[in-house]
T-cell receptor, first 114, second 114 residues
Framework: KQEVTQIPAALSVPEGENLVLNCSFTDSAIYNLQWFRQDPGKGLTSLLL?????REQTSGRLNASLDKSSGRSTLYIAASQPGDSATYLCAVTNYGGATNKLIFGTGTLLAVQP | EAGVVQSPRYKIIEKKQPVAFWCNPISGHNTLYWYRQNLGQGPELLIRYENEEAVDDSQLPKDRFSAERLKGVDSTLKIQPAELGDSAVYLC????????????FGQGTRLTVV
């Protein structure tokens, strides 16, 4: 059974710092890994999608890496801003016919202090 | 292009009452998901549709929950009767096809059962 873990559960940094969020998963047979952002009381916004054959994806100040063999992904945020404050969730999609679905971690709550 | 649309955004009901949620996926997306997110947790899949067929409903509490996706477009999720433990955010998501494509989420419906 696939399990997704995110560390740390919460993180507070001063504005301008670079930071790394971690995601690990137990079953490497995945289609892809997706990083989401969730603001309080809101739905999920897709940030980056990494296919299983890829090593990383970049969008603006965000860079996500994937090491499928070790079951790890990182989300790097450069030059953090107060507007980056949110919960960040990672999710994997497993292989397997009718079991295809996003399996989420519990998220990292990020606070960027001005 | 409009994203995934859900309604209502908020719902407060008394226990034992029925409640229904509606979702309109992104146009052309064949795959539709309903997730439930408890406070401080990642979303968990309730049911997944491929067009109008429910292909994964293993985590749907079928004694009180039901869902339908008529004509393979809009979907409704119903709870009858609601229990206190059903209080959560119900999220709808869609993707163009299962597995290897990006999933997009709606804003969610926050249900409070009192």
């Amino acid at each position: 059974k696939q399990e997704v873990t995110q560390i740390p559960a919460a993180l507070s940094v001063p504005e301008g710092e670079n930071l790394v969020l971690n995601c690990s998963f137990t079953d490497s047979a995945i289609y892809n890994l997706q990083w989401f952002r969730q603001d309080p009381g809101k739905g999920l916004t897709s940030l980056l999608l990494i296919q299983s054959s890829q090593r990383e994806q970049t969008s603006g100040r965000l860079n996500a890496s994937l090491d499928k063999s070790s079951g790890r992904s990182t989300l790097y945020i450069a030059a953090s801003q107060p507007g980056d404050s949110a919960t960040y969730l990672c999710a994997v999609t497993n292989y397997g016919g009718a079991t295809n679905k996003l399996i989420f971690g519990t998220g990292t709550l990020l606070a960027v202090q001005p | 292009e409009a994203g995934v649309v859900q309604s209502p955004r908020y719902k407060i009901i008394e226990k034992k009452q029925p409640v229904a949620f509606w979702c309109n996926p992104i146009s052309g997306h064949n795959t539709l998901y309903w997730y439930r997110q408890n406070l401080g947790q990642g979303p968990e899949l309730l049911i997944r549709y491929e067009n109008e067929e429910a292909v994964d409903d293993s985590q749907l509490p079928k004694d009180r929950f039901s869902a339908e996706r008529l004509k393979g477009v809009d979907s409704t999720l119903k709870i009858q009767p609601a229990e206190l433990g059903d209080s959560a955010v119900y999220l709808c998501a869609s993707s163009s096809r299962t597995g290897n494509t990006e999933a997009f989420f709606g804003q969610g419906t926050r249900l409070t059962v009192v």
